[in-house]
């Protein structure tokens, strides 16, 4: 499995962006999808995730305000971020569970 992410950028605080994340390989339907950040401070943290059945979890900082969404047909996963604060500001990462494959990483900046 391949990932890679798009969509990242320079946003204002209050604003939007979605971003995507391509997948290739033949077993993407079958796999839980997450997206990561990392963030100034290099950790990385787990913000939202999806069953291949659906199912959705989110931190609780992104609860109301991030929406994740899958399409199997064109192995995309999707993380639509509203109301985004400068804290969220980090390199956001797609992640393949079941390969364990990570994505390159796309920038999201918010300005106060």
């Known amino acids: 499995v391949q990932l890679v992410e798009s969509g990242g950028g320079l946003v204002q605080a209050g604003g939007s962006l979605r971003l995507s994340c391509a997948a290739s390989?033949?077993?993407?339907?079958?796999?839980?999808m997450s997206w990561y950040r990392q963030g100034p401070d290099n950790q990385r943290e787990w913000v939202a995730g999806m069953t291949s059945g659906d199912r959705t979890a989110y931190i609780d900082s992104a609860k109301g305000r991030f929406t994740i969404s899958r399409d199997n047909a064109k192995k995309m996963v999707y993380l639509e971020m509203n109301k985004l604060k400068p804290e969220d500001t980090a390199v956001y990462y797609c992640?393949?569970?079941?390969?364990?494959?990570w994505g390159q990483g796309t920038q999201v900046t918010v300005s106060s």
């Open positions: 992640y393949h569970e079941a390969s364990r494959t």
């Open positions: 390989g033949s077993i993407f339907n079958f796999s839980a």
